[in-house]
């Protein structure tokens, strides 16, 4: 539909034609109905220009309003930022090497070509060659009989490494004993070895039975008691219990908090930050009157007093959360070392005087959360090769090395088992084979999916040769007898 045009436009486009071909003064008139039009088409046109530049400069206002918060909301979290942690400098290494050593490392590469040494046996190399200058000249024959030496402990093509590293880590963890062990001669803290910690290792439990944390000290807080102690004092849980005797009045309803003066010197504590931290507490009111702090409840009665009573007795008034105890000791050619029982990696490396380079724990998932998948890694080597060697038994480090690799290949800590590694396979026939064969079977079947018989487990299965060492050459002989020569 065509929409009607107003019969207002239409009056005013032929007014002007006729008056031009009529008369002359009516000229001016057009011309002043002309401005008029203009005129007013120019006040209707402003009236809006006014009103977007009005509503322009609001929109402006309200954006710097809005830029000043944001400017002071990251101030405030730039400042937070800056308080959350502050890191060391790794130390520089400021030796270069000789050009001696240069030069060696050079020709070595030479005789080398194209065939791989790792970089500890050239430097041992190079070292050896730098000290006695006579065996330069024979350097070409050193080189190769350790590439010789190198490629004959190199693992055969096809091998089943995984096989063997399982059976060299298991059968010597038959002889394993169950057992926890007191830590570093000190009675209280007990830390569990042995085959049960072997199991929470290669299980990738989230919490180990029995955390510990050794946390080394920076400079001078080392080599100060005093300053050793105070760190202490700052990572040990301090509950009220610990602090102040606690006392319930049930004539007056309320409780009166009684604390010991030695104990809070020693924990570096005042009555201020005491009463500050009872009165964190909901529903009650707290002041001190003559060295005690009366605590009086805002709803009276004998239930609430008992529950606000067992609430006092587990409040926290200082200290690191999961660190129960904490034990400092001297160690020859280190200074002072804090043993604590419990452990939370976090927060201690957080903590004014601790070297965060050197700080150690043995929960392995605190340690992949705070410094990465790689620290993980070596800290399951690190923990698995103590745990053996401490029972006497020597198990080569590729072995469990291989099985840390395996663990934490995917960027996560897995577990070795259905849970984890054993669980996640590809195969079918293996994951059936490993546990809950039904399930696996009627689940993969649904899904419809397909093996391809890679594995040791599933070729078993299906009564082929598995696919690995011999196995894994497949050789076809011609049976037709060679021509001989001069027939």
Do not use: W
């Not at 400079?219 to 319930?248: G, Q, S």
């Not at 049930?250 to 500050?276: A, C, R």
């Not at 009665?301 to 034990?327: A, C, H, M, P, W």
């Amino acid at each position: 539909m065509a929409k009607p045009v107003s019969k207002k436009k239409i009056t005013q486009k032929k007014e002007p034609k006729k008056s031009l071909k009529l008369v002359k003064p009516k000229i001016a008139s057009v011309k002043t109905k002309k401005q008029a039009v203009k005129t007013t088409a120019k006040i209707n046109i402003l009236k809006p220009k006014k009103k977007l530049k009005e509503v322009q400069s609001e929109l402006d206002k309200k954006k710097s309003v809005n830029k000043k918060d944001t400017t002071v909301f990251k101030k405030k979290i730039e400042k937070k930022k800056e308080i959350e942690r502050t890191f060391l400098p790794p130390p520089i290494k400021t030796v270069e090497e000789p050009k001696e050593y240069k030069m060696i490392r050079a020709e070595i590469n030479k005789i080398l070509k194209n065939h791989f040494l790792p970089i500890s046996i050239i430097d041992g190399i190079v070292e050896y060659v730098a000290r006695d200058k006579k065996l330069y000249t024979k350097l070409k024959n050193i080189v190769e009989k350790a590439l010789e030496e190198y490629t004959k402990n190199m693992i055969d093509p096809t091998e089943a490494c995984g096989m063997i590293g399982a059976q060299s880590i298991g059968e010597p963890g038959t002889q394993m004993t169950m057992r926890t062990f007191h830590y570093a001669g000190v009675a209280e803290i007990n830390v569990t070895l042995g085959l049960p910690r072997l199991i929470e290792i290669v299980d990738a439990r989230s919490s180990p039975s029995t955390p510990m944390m050794n946390i080394y000290l920076r400079d001078e807080y080392r080599v100060n008691p005093d300053l050793a102690k105070e760190i202490a004092n700052k990572i040990e849980i301090t509950r009220l219990t610990d602090v102040a005797d606690i006392e319930m009045d049930l004539v007056n309803i309320t409780i009166s908090i009684k604390p010991n003066k030695k104990t809070m010197e020693k924990k570096g504590i005042t009555i201020d930050e005491l009463l500050e931290r009872v009165q964190s507490v909901r529903k009650i009111s707290a002041k001190i009157e003559k060295n005690t702090v009366k605590v009086t409840l805002d709803e009276p009665g004998y239930k609430i007093l008992q529950n606000t009573n067992e609430t006092l007795k587990s409040l926290k008034i200082k200290g690191v959360d999961g660190i129960k105890r904490v034990i400092i000791r001297k160690e020859p050619n280190e200074g002072y070392i804090i043993y604590s029982e419990g452990s939370n990696l976090k927060e201690v490396l957080d903590i004014e005087g601790v070297d965060p380079y050197r700080v150690t724990t043995n929960d392995i998932h605190a340690v992949a959360r705070e410094l990465g998948i790689e620290a993980a890694r070596n800290m399951i080597i690190h923990e698995a090769n103590a745990t053996l060697s401490e029972q006497g038994l020597n198990v080569d480090m590729r072995h469990i090395m291989l099985v840390a690799d395996v663990m934490t290949a995917d960027g996560t800590v897995r577990a070795i088992g259905r849970h984890g590694v054993s669980g996640e396979k590809s195969s079918v026939l293996s994951r059936a084979a490993f546990e809950i064969t039904v399930n696996h079977l009627l689940l993969a079947s649904q899904r419809g999916e397909s093996d391809q018989l890679n594995g040791v487990a599933e070729n078993i299965i299906v009564g082929q040769p598995v696919n690995l060492g011999t196995g894994a050459i497949e050789l076809v002989m011609n049976t037709r007898k060679p021509k001989q020569k001069g027939k």
